[in-house]
């Protein structure tokens, strides 16, 4: 019985029927694979990109006038108050303008808010000068001004002002407001070195500054570039072992591109020769080795 199964079957694969069903089995099969993958490409938009235009300084209910609009997906991710500009404005996006995307592609934009984000005041007096300069940064705020006075609690914050006036724990300010703080300086006061702030950003010089119980003097741009490339090519004064300052003094700085400047063989160079630092420090405006 079952040697006349096997011939029936062996017989069947010898008929001219078996090979038109496989026949069609096969080309039934490439027909269907190729029709999934030109519906996949046509969902995903296979090996088709577009250009991502520049949607800055658009109004968030003007995009429409954009062409090709129906080409994106726009979501708000983030609102800045910038009270310069008018509200619901566009500032930034991701992808960047340019970017080669494929259609119905999300983009992610930050607009200008219509108010300012609030943020309590921190309580600062009776902090020192550091604690309160981590506390102010944590809460979204900057240091304005410090004002240094006769007073048995030295580098203590004695008071914190907003625009002349007190400012209270808890009062509700817009963020990045600048606050003054006023700090005892002891009754009989040391004097302070000036820090090294060659090649800082304004931040981090900024920063530097008021740690070492200084302020913020004049800041002048030698070049006009990207404010994010800029750094401290000079300072005046300068600093070195002998050059001290009281508390409060100022601190004055200017600004070189990195586009354009190698600070890293300038340091050095400074650094290596202390007599070069009173000549190129004392003139920003003299290029000595560049």
Same mark, same amino acid.
């Given at each position: ?17 078996? +090979? ?127 004002? +240094? ?18 400012? +209270? ?85 200017? +600004? ?35």
């Amino acid at each position: 019985m079952l040697n006349i199964r096997k011939m029936k079957f062996f017989y069947f694969l010898t008929q001219k029927k078996f +090979y038109v069903h496989l026949g069609i089995a096969i080309i039934s099969s490439f027909l269907l694979l190729l029709l999934v993958f030109q519906l996949l490409k046509s969902y995903t938009y296979y090996g088709e990109a577009i250009t991502v235009p520049d949607f800055t300084g658009y109004s968030i209910t003007k995009l429409d006038s954009i062409n090709d609009l129906n080409n994106f997906t726009f979501i708000v991710t983030d609102s800045v108050f910038e009270p310069e500009r008018e509200s619901g404005t566009v500032i930034a996006q991701n992808p960047l303008a340019q970017s080669k995307v494929k259609r119905n592609r999300k983009i992610y934009i930050t607009v200008v808010a219509k108010t300012a984000e609030m943020v309590r005041m921190p309580n600062l007096v009776d902090l020192s000068l550091r604690q309160a300069l981590v506390r102010i940064e944590m809460a979204g705020l900057n240091v304005n001004y410090l004002h +240094y006075i006769p007073d048995f609690a030295q580098d203590a914050v004695l008071a914190q002002m907003y625009n002349g006036d007190t400012i +209270y724990a808890d009062s509700l300010i817009q963020i990045n407001s600048k606050i003054d703080l006023v700090l005892g300086k002891g009754y009989y006061p040391r004097r302070l070195l000036v820090p090294f702030l060659i090649g800082l950003t304004k931040a981090e010089a900024e920063k530097k500054i008021f740690e070492a119980s200084f302020n913020l003097g004049e800041e002048t741009y030698l070049e006009e570039e990207d404010p994010a490339t800029m750094r401290v090519y000079s300072q005046a004064p300068i600093w070195n072992t002998d050059q001290l300052l009281n508390h409060g003094d100022f601190i004055n700085l200017w +600004y070189r591109s990195t586009v354009k400047f190698d600070f890293e063989n300038y340091i050095e160079y400074l650094t290596i020769d202390t007599l070069a630092v009173d000549s190129v420090l004392m003139n920003p405006l003299i290029d000595t080795i560049y």
